[in-house]
């Protein structure tokens, strides 16, 4: 039978990247967007051409919707794994940020995933085993200023994978978090090559992640070979943070 792994933010940079490392180890895979419908067509385009015995589905929902969860649900069929790499950022004074984009990044980052896992949880519990994986960030271990709000709600991500990961260990469930440091892709274009080397310089290993780092990663934890591994989040940051 099809191993089926839902992709939440394949349009994205890391996302279609995840897309890429999986797929290379046989899984079929919905592609969750949002509105980067031309990149996630090409993407499966690409995926299909190259893996003809997969499958590789496009499902849309907006997750900054109350109902996004629900909409989404009603898209998947089998699932054996759950990948969230879609988000929402916003950077602003906690004073300065509205009520709206408070409750955009909840919906996005915690209401809609945990909603998500609810109503898709009989599906992951039908395989032995099955994984839901979080992208997190280094700020929901550390905060950030001018980031706040982001931060609570990471941190919040944070928490879920350790309560929920006991949860639903008896069900043959694996919940775990990946949390980036500083990944080189376009969001962080804004950035002048001098602001970028200052942190390079404040990182160990002495340059940026790049997205093959968390897209590896994510491949290794839903292989089978990190299964004795739950409720754990895993720092990908060059040792920026320990």
Known sequence: MKKFALVCGASGAIGRAICDELAQDG????????????????????????????????????FSKSDAADELAKQLFSVQAVIFANGHAYTQLLEDTPIDEMEKLWRVHVQNPMRLIATISNKLRANDTSYILFIGSIWGAVGAA????????????????????????????????????????EMNNHLTEQEKQVLVNEIPLQRLGIVT???????????????????????VNGGWYI
């Open 213 to 235: 780092d968390v897209a590896q990663m994510t491949r290794f934890y839903v292989s089978g070979a990190a299964d004795y591994v739950t409720g754990q989040i895993v720092h």
């Open 146 to 185: 001018g980031e706040v709000v982001y931060s609570a709600v990471k941190g919040a991500q944070h928490a879920f994978v350790k309560a929920y990961a006991q949860e639903a260990a008896y069900n043959g469930v694996r919940v775990n978090a990946i949390a980036p440091g500083f990944i080189d892709t």
């Open 27 to 62: 899984w079929s895979l919905y592609l969750h967007f949002h509105c980067g419908i031309e990149r996630v067509q090409q993407l499966a385009l690409t995926l299909q051409q190259q893996y003809p015995t997969q499958e590789f589905i496009s499902v849309q929902a907006d």
